[in-house]
């Protein structure tokens, strides 16, 4: 719990309960969750209006980042590196990819996005790339 402590100090974020169950949630993981996934796994005393709230100040401190999902929805993924900068924007690069088997969607952070020429007047803000197949776990015969 110390290291959660200190990841929202690091974070400037005050320390709560709440907080700290999330983030021990998404320490635990190492794919995607939806905000149902998380409320799931936390004690029925924090509120559905405190989870979302809770989720939307991480993704806004670059703690966490979205994970676009291809049925429509929204997942978060912790975020390995420092994935903000001075501009507070999210810097994450990285393709997503999400099994067919297992429906687990997974940051691949060593492949990276491909760059894209954009036409005269566009201004790309964020980029999403979501690969669907069989992840190394479900390939093993």
């Known amino acids: 719990m110390s290291q959660i402590k200190s990841l929202l100090k690091d974070y400037d974020l005050r320390h709560t309960e ?14 995607a969750l939806a905000h149902g ?8 005393r924090f509120d559905r209006v405190t989870v979302y709230r809770t989720l939307k100040t991480f993704v806004e401190k670059g703690l966490i980042h979205k994970v676009l999902d291809d049925e429509g929805g929204t997942k978060y993924a912790l975020c390995k590196d420092n994935c903000h900068g001075h501009d507070h924007q999210h810097h994450h690069d990285h393709v997503h990819f999400k099994c067919n088997d297992c429906g687990l969607t997974t940051c691949l952070e060593n492949v990276s996005i491909p760059a894209l020429t954009l036409p005269q007047g566009y201004k790309r803000l964020e980029t999403n790339l979501l690969v669907q197949g069989i992840c190394d776990k479900c390939g093993v015969s």
């Open 18 to 31: 709440c907080r700290e169950e999330i983030l021990d949630i998404f320490m635990s993981k190492s794919h």
């Open 37 to 44: 996934d998380v409320e799931t796994q936390l004690p029925a």
